[in-house]
């Protein structure tokens, strides 16, 4: 149901925006959000928006990503700008049954994932 896009190599200082395409049966107003995993460590969580609107970024994004969905709620994307090395990553999208959290940054929520989208920078 969660389908990721617009990875890719990107150097230091630039930016990307991924997108994920959310199937048009789910419910507008449930939890989105973006995780990271690098190589050798634990998924982490970026961004996330609830069905509320409510935006919650990681401290490593604050300021540089930003989160947004589409009004008709079938497109998560997460723009990315001023990448460092240490943002890349593969990059999952996630869904969460419920309208808000109460740590939408945990990957414990979720239920729904997406196959992810490699991000590189150099």
């Known amino acids: 149901q969660l389908v990721e896009s617009g990875g890719g190599s990107v150097q230091a200082g630039g930016s990307l925006r991924l997108s994920c395409s959310v199937a048009?049966?789910?419910?507008?107003?449930?939890?989105l959000a973006w995780f990271r995993q690098a190589v050798g460590t634990e998924r982490e969580g970026v961004a996330t928006?609830?069905?509320?609107?409510?935006?919650t970024y990681a401290d490593s994004v604050k300021g540089r990503f930003t989160i947004s969905r589409d009004i008709g709620g079938t497109t998560l994307y997460l723009r990315m700008t001023m990448l460092k090395a240490e943002d890349s990553a593969m990059y999952y999208c996630?869904?969460?049954?419920?309208?808000?959290?109460?740590?939408?940054?945990?990957?414990?929520?979720?239920?729904?994932w997406g196959a992810g989208t490699q991000v590189t920078v150099s």
């Open positions: 048009r049966t789910t419910h507008v107003t449930l939890c």
């Open positions: 996630a869904l969460a049954p419920r309208v808000a959290l109460s740590n939408p940054l945990s990957a414990s929520y979720y239920r729904i």
């Open positions: 928006i609830g069905g509320d609107n409510v935006r």
